[in-house]
T-cell receptor, first 115, second 112 residues
């Protein structure tokens, strides 16, 4: 149980275009989801907290207009990278916490390459 | 602000060895702590979850201990195998929103 499904696993887009990444909780309801970014050979950095039915909370230094987060239902959160640039190329990964007794579970990640 | 340090940064051992991976964190006011494994280009797999009230958790060849007051956790891997090769991440959860904070990880290579 407690599976988080993330799509797509890989995406290549042209500079200036937008890309949407989806994260779904398959067997539980997630009122909160978390979005992370990971650069090569570095650890995960929290970008934002996605809250169902309300605005996302962004970490310091993360551009909210560039990284649009929508948490439309209890099982779906999306991250849209708008006007992507090569420096946005990274590994993006989402997570959710089914319950405090279970711990966080993570999606499989999305490798974004902007050319 | 929580800061997490993992030592060693990298480790290369022959198959069969018992291993110790260390994690330290600066803010002891945590709710729980998770150890994860990450394979190259992949997501994170949860290995063990230790609640703040617990001292250790075991799963198969893995054992994780937690000393909350001193801000330390240790992951023991018994009888290592080549399939254990991965990056191991420690992440305490706490603060507003019970967020995870990650260490930089320990890159483990087990040679056959």
């Amino acid at each position: 149980g407690a599976v988080v499904s993330q799509h797509p696993s890989r995406v290549i887009c042209k500079s200036g275009t937008s890309v949407k990444i989806e994260c779904r909780s398959l067997d539980f309801q997630a009122t909160t989801m978390f979005w992370y970014r990971q650069f090569p050979k570095q650890s995960l950095m929290l970008m934002a907290t996605s809250n169902e039915g309300s605005k996302a909370t962004y970490e310091q230094g993360v551009e909210k207009d560039k990284f649009l987060i929508n948490h439309a239902s209890l099982t779906l959160s999306t991250l849209t990278v708008t006007s992507a640039h090569p420096e946005d190329s990274s590994f993006y990964i989402c997570s959710a916490d089914p319950s405090r007794d279970y711990g966080y579970t993570f999606g499989s990640g999305t490798r974004l390459t902007v050319v | 602000k929580q800061e997490v340090t993992q030592i060693p940064a990298a480790l290369s051992v022959p198959e069969g060895e018992n291993l110790v991976l260390n994690c330290s964190f600066t803010d002891s006011a945590i709710y729980n702590l998770q150890w994860f494994r990450q394979d190259p280009g992949k997501g994170l797999t949860s290995l063990l979850l230790i609640q703040s009230s617990q001292r250790e958790q075991t799963s198969g060849r893995l054992n994780a201990s937690l000393d909350k007051s001193s801000g330390r956790s240790t992951l023991y891997i018994a009888a290592s195998q080549p399939g254990d090769s991965a990056t191991y991440l420690c992440a305490p959860a706490g603060g507003y929103g019970n967020k995870l904070v990650f260490g930089a990880g320990t890159i483990l290579r087990v040679k056959s």
